[in-house]
């Protein structure tokens, strides 16, 4: 091979070198790659294995009802009225006319568009006691897919306990449930299968103690909650 041949050969493959680390450093300004900020495959479980997120205690409706703050019910309720009146007969607004919903059949006021998930809930629940109306007050886009009521929620117990009382107050169909101080502590050993109705799933959460055992005497000594068509007021 002589000196020529030699030189176009070798200048041939450093030229294609040249060319494909090129293109492999204009690809990379193109492609971008970027480090993940946290590696992959983490693995959380604390939060969940604890019992679910946020488990609340379970609120024992029949002792916490009577001894409620009905004025602070009704301030809160202030939150509700600008889509919700109150008074019997009252007009719909963009939510409807609240008068007589503890104990109502959910999704059922006259002359109220309903969305079809409120009506979906209402053929399986069919009344608005004070644990299905908590659950939904707490967060109802995630207690109710689908609703319409836009409000974000009360988070606090103690206002939707309020607001609750207050609701009572205004036309309710049914009365306040007796004391179940177990169902509100289910870590107590005898809270077994008596408190198998609001599965106490929150073993190790912030259960609060039953204060007042055997609770406030003589309001409602009705039996499940929804039984008792008598108004107490
Ligand atoms: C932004 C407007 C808005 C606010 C604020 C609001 N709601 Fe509603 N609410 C609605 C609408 C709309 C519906 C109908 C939901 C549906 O059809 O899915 C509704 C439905 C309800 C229902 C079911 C009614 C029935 O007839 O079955 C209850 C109970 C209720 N709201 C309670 C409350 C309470 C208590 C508050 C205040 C803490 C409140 N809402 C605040 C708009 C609102």
Same mark, same amino acid.
């Given at each position: ?18 060319? &494909? ?40 409706? !029949? ?22 009146? &109150?008074?019997?007969? !009252? ?64 988070? =606090?117990?103690?206002?939707? &306990? ?41 073993? !190790? ?27 107490? =007021?």
């Amino acid at each position: 091979m002589s000196d020529l041949t030699f030189n176009k050969v070798a200048g041939a493959v450093l030229a294609t070198g040249l060319a &494909i680390v090129g293109l492999r450093e204009l690809s990379s300004g193109v492609f971008a790659t970027e480090k993940a900020e946290k590696p992959g495959y983490t693995i959380e479980v604390a939060e969940e294995a604890a019992g679910g997120p946020v488990a609340e205690a379970p609120i024992d409706w !029949g002792t916490v009802l009577p001894t409620a703050d009905v004025a602070a019910g009704e301030a809160v309720f202030a939150k509700c009225k600008s889509c919700h009146t &109150i008074d019997n007969g !009252g007009a719909n607004g963009t939510g409807p006319n609240q008068w007589g919903i503890v104990g109502r059949k959910p999704g059922a006021h006259a002359g109220f568009a309903y969305s079809a998930a409120m009506v979906e809930y209402g053929a399986k629940n069919p009344v608005w006691d004070f644990e299905r109306l908590s659950a939904f007050i707490t967060n109802p886009a995630k207690d109710m897919p689908g609703t319409k009521m836009g409000f974000v929620g009360l988070k =606090k117990a103690e206002d939707r &306990i309020n607001v609750l009382a207050y609701l009572h107050t205004k036309g309710a169909t049914i009365a306040f449930p007796a004391p179940n101080p177990a169902a509100a502590a289910p870590a107590a050993p005898a809270a077994g299968a008596a408190a198998s109705a609001t599965a106490p799933t929150a073993t !190790g959460s912030t259960a609060t103690p039953p204060a007042t055992a055997g609770g406030p005497a003589g309001q409602a000594p009705t039996t499940g909650a929804a039984a008792a068509p008598t108004a107490v =007021k």
